[in-house]
């Protein structure tokens, strides 16, 4: 499915040492719900020559910000890639690295949080029968860790090409034939797939989830709504092909949606222009109708809060941005809870927690 190409206007990523000086500007909240158990997802490490670092012990600070964090997933960011080999292996130099930090935590040395308990790498499933070889190695690479793979769609704009590098993005690439015989492979090693995509791509997602129903795909960011560039012209035609989007994709019963990635800028909230960093409260009142609407349509047990620091760290705080999520799910049962916190991701990953 052909996507439009829009322009990415307006986007403004701070620094790290402007991005420590905001961050350092947040109103004090007290953590709400402390004992809820959380697996956190969705996360990256990584050494960015624009936002600065975020390793094991930055990612610590966050985790340990008061809420109960018992694990953590490391999803694809392009870090950490091998400097020498064949370019299809390079990829796995991520894995290697996600892996020696789960290591690192499994120690008990760096606390009681298992960071990096499961691994989303990347392999170029473009190369069809060919891919073989990288997938064999990441799994090797990761040892029992390793879950799948991501392998963003084009994304009309340059946008991820730009922030993180090294995934080539592909126009129509989730129907592409040699992708699908990489993902196929992929799929036979009981790994499963995990998409990077926009709101009027979920389409193409829908079509991959009816070509492999047997295979698990999670989709990230609640499905990537985009009010930023020109779309913020029209946010109701936003909202209306979102909202529809979502409630078909969700009729696939093998779609995953990660609930979280509005904070980054071009969800359009504008979290990241105030003067101070926002509120758990003031970003629950925004997302509210976006999240509810990913719950409603996949059901908590298919759904499963992500914090994608340090991505949406432009925007807010850890503490925050686990308390929105937690005063969005306040209305819902207590077993609905446990499985948009903590269960769904321990199913999905199959964490054994």
Known sequence: MATAQPEWRG????????????????????????????????????????????????LLEDTNSGHDIRATVYLQASAMYRKDGPPHLKPVGETEFANGVAAMSASGNFGDTRVCAAIIGYADLRLGRGAAEAIVAHIRAGGDRL???RQPIDNGGGIIAQKRGGTPN????????????????????GLHFETWQFHFQLPDILDLARAFPDLTIVVGHCGGPVRAAHWAENLDEVWRVWHANIIALARAPNVIMKVGGLAMPYAGFNFHARERPPTGAEMAAEW???????????????????????????????????????????????????AMFYGTANRVYRLSL
């Open 170 to 189: 592909v126009p129509d690439l989730y129907g592409d034939p040699d992708f699908r015989a990489g993902l196929a492979i992929a799929q036979s090693h």
């Open 288 to 338: 509210r109708p976006w999240v509810e609407h990913c719950v409603q349509s996949f059901g908590p047990e298919r759904c499963m809060f992500e914090s994608n620091f340090p991505v949406d760290r432009q925007s807010c705080t850890y503490r925050a941005l686990w308390n929105a999520f937690k005063l969005l799910a306040a209305d819902y049962s207590e077993a609905e809870r446990e």
């Open 11 to 58: 986007l403004h990523y701070r620094t790290a040492p402007e991005l420590a000086s905001w961050l350092a500007l947040a109103q004090p909240e007290a953590v709400i719900d402390p004992a809820r158990r959380i697996i956190d997802p969705h996360h990256h490490l990584w050494m960015s020559g624009h936002t600065g670092r975020y390793l094991l012990d930055d």
């Open 147 to 149: 879950r799948g793979f």
